[in-house]
């Protein structure tokens, strides 16, 4: 049940654990998983009927008469929920166990015999495979090709993955070298497929994903080079992160599963220039990629305006490239970036109560009041909506199965020597298996409120493995100790900790949380002048609701200023705040006017984790602010 | 030979002069325009036979076979290119006289009977009038429409009026109440079709016009009430300034001229608005418009990013919207926009040699070396280029006639009563009527590089009128004299100068110039912490060529900084420089990073004009700098 299983792939260094032995039960995850499991995905069923997605299969099979509903890729929606149910019935069984049984039912219906199963393109009567640049029908069914593999890992049954594999057949004949050129618009299937090839030993299909891939940038062009659509090179030649983001992250990660396959050194190395490019300069603080807001893409390096794009998809999807390159390197580079995404660009994408999501995650905004759904969708607002449905609705499923993805990558093990990685830290108990040893790994800790983290390691008899220790970057002054005894930790790496681990060795770590300030480069315009203040792995932000009014453009934060920070449980269902005195700019002013001696009053101000802003009541937020 | 004719236009306040009467003879501009007649607009001539441009013509009217060239809308460039020449043929001869005459032989010879004239859409047989939203078609017969008025008032030819008059007919047969509905995507040819009524006194033309402008916006939407198209409201109700900042300028001008005509309240108070939000919160320091580089659009209020798009078409019709509202109002507010429109987001768009041009007038721009051509045209770089011929290339005509356009604003008259308005500064002289008394006005200054003005009022015989001057907003403690007797003189009005002028009465201006520290509003999060340096009418900006191996992105404001001025005489063609000390950072840095202490070391700036950078060696460029 391993959400990534690279447990025969040769040039992978680790692999995940079954998530099913993966234990969360602390104060942050486990009410997050709670609530996605009883209200979203429900939720999200119910509005997936409600719009019409689940009655274009029944359309399309002949069961119901209608037209197609929505958007011509909403059938990717249905199935990246049900991948959401599949990974949540690993653990608990889910309120809408039967409504997935029923939809894989149906599906099977609607599948044509040569495999074919796309709605919108069948109630249309379209032309297929003529529409690859827009038509998303690949990036659809690598979609349920995602889910069918997870339903098999978690359920054992073979019902829907015969569906993905009765289409990757049949695209298996029509696409390949000899056959027809072709790939998707919207990288997704890549990956997809690679795991469907993972989890049935049949190559067919690893030759088709390896198609997909090559098929892009190579000349003559499929998309005109465009670069929106990564096609501008052929991918092993690829120097940078550019176009539509969630295309990009999703293209970087089918390569990665193709490099854990076949070790290829140029693709690899096209990779770590991307990541690189990625990181040093078109990043967000809070892990967000996209920048520019009109077309959810990439912009040049470090235009990184707060109005931002940073839609929820591309983090998750960032999330799921960093898995498979760490999987991949076991470099803590990567578990640290994923770490960053999922506490803040992630998470911010959904409200606390389960049912409303952002499709941007922008790092201010301005108005006052609430915008109107459609603004939010598009261009990031500041109220979450459950309206995405009504529209393109890609990000709430992803979101609800994003959550599996976490727990299956807390932890994860070296393939070639006995060793235990652990990634992430989160309270709970979960039973391992090291080198053929039963190990239950126990973590205590209020972590990312409090800096310490307990880890008990215990084996069923005494033995010997590494357990590898991420120390997060972030972190300044880190301890670590094994039983008591001190060992020296550099930051953002693995500490490994070698020994033979007996009953109750316990790993004892502290990571000092005090309020930071950051900075950015100062090629980020956008950013001049200002800090953005953090606290272990989150991002903070100021949000109307803490501040009565007050214009948040107007606050200034002094440059010595001293912060406390405080836990308060029952705000924003728990959070740690940072509370701290800042400036108020006095006056009114025009677009521009002629700058003097500024009028300063003394406030106090409240800061909130930036993943919990917008769910009291619409206003101003902002994560950068200005500094004297 | 005015440029907007409003003598008969009941409710304009003003009229402007025949540019014939104009004098400039100053160290600014006239070299400029002399650049312009003798470089700019034969270069510009051959650029469009290069590129088909003029072939298309030939094509269509049968005396050339071969295919259509470039863009659909590119008639519309060699039209402007025409109009650049007529209005320079008003003041002195030029170069490509004989080639203007030959074109409008060639138009009349391509124009079909029907008055219909379109190359794109007759050599490729297109069905015509049915791709309203995207054919420019009006728009581009918009173009030829203002082209030919022009020749007639400069030239007393009708040949081009005619050619006008006969597509104006034939449009009018077509588009109308009860006959089809339709408005061009691109507005531009309502402002046309109102000045082709005020030459030919047929209020037909005037009715399409107004039939144009009120099908925006009205239900059922023509284009789908997109925002972008200003197709959301109607005109009267609109509220904003928003979508295609060309579009949304060029409307606005048409709307000016109907106001002038018919006084509706509506429309002026909604023209009103929307010049209020589009002040106050959409326009860059330079009076460049839209911050959208993917769609050259508007944004909300306060997103302003210095990667800007402001494209250079954008600011003169700015410039030309607001024209019209000062001959309405007579209200200092719109010249004032004009003199930093036109001194910075105009003059920026083109080249000191004349043959290059900005399509994107960016306040900062980060790359260090040169960028191809495409990307310059598209999002702006740090070289204007002379490669917009073979892609879209309404700029570089648009500044061609801009010229024309200066030359007719620097003085207007009353309508009512006896009263002539000097609106800019440029030394030289004019030979002016006010109330049927000839008047020489002698202007000697070296604005915008020194304070002082000297106006000679010079009647043929005393005679009683006002003069009313024009006080910048942007100066502090002008002082004003007329014969050496000092008159109060507020900033941001004009100055009435009430009395019986006599030969050489002298008015002298002294507008101080210090350098001046600007800050923008908060609500500017792109701009936070930084200021912009102006001197007079004049945004200033640093460039790499004055620093040598240094990050412009690494260079700081002391708070205190003190500045000095200096004319250069060969730098740049003559510019007036700042100079001062400035901070740099030292140290590399990532792209998040713990602030702390900064260290930096003292160094020397040069701050030069913002119109004149990207004239001297590819580098990096920024307006709005950091401050400690």
Redesign the interface.
Known sequence: MKIVDTSKSRYAKLEGFGINKIGIADNFWAPKIEVNRRISLPHQYRECERTGRVDNFRVAAGIKKGKFKGIYFNDSDVHKLMEGVSLDLAVKDSPIRKLLEDFISLAAKTQQTSGYLNTYFMINKEKIWKHLVWGHEIYTAGHMIQAAVAHHRVTGKDNYLNIARKWADGASEYFGPGKHRGTCGHPEAEMALIELYRETGDKKYFNLAKFFLEERGKKPFLFNGDTDLQDHLPIREQKTMVGHAVRQLYLCSGEADYCAETGDKKMLAALKRQWDNF???K?Y?TGGAGS?Y??ESF?????L???AYAETCASIASFMWNWRMFLLEANAKYTDLMETVMYNGILSGMSLNGKRYFYANPL?H??KGPLKAATVQA?GGNQRTSKHWDGTACCPPNAARFFGYFRGSIYSRAKTKPGLFINFYAAGTSKLNIAGTPVEVTQKTNYPWEEKIVISVNPVIPSKFTVSVRIPGWVKNAKCSVNGKLIKARAGIYLSLNKEWKKDDKIELLFPMPV?????????????????LKRGPLVYCIESADFENI?L??VVLPKNAKFTTEYRPSMLKGVTVIKGNALL?KGK???????GQENYKKIKFTAIPYFAWANRKPGMM?V?I??T
Chains 1, 2 share one sequence.
Not at 589 to 595: E, M, N, P, V, W
Request: proline letters at 4%; a neutral charge; glycine letters at 4%.
């Open positions: 990181v040093n300069s990043m603080l520019n009109s077309h912009e040049e390096a470090y235009q305006p707060n109005r201010e301005k108005a261009v930071e300030r950051i900075k950015s480069n100062e090629l980020v315009t956008s950013n001049a002048g200002c800090a953005a214009n453009f107007d700019k002013q025009g677009l521009y006017s002629t700058a902002r950068w200005p500094t």
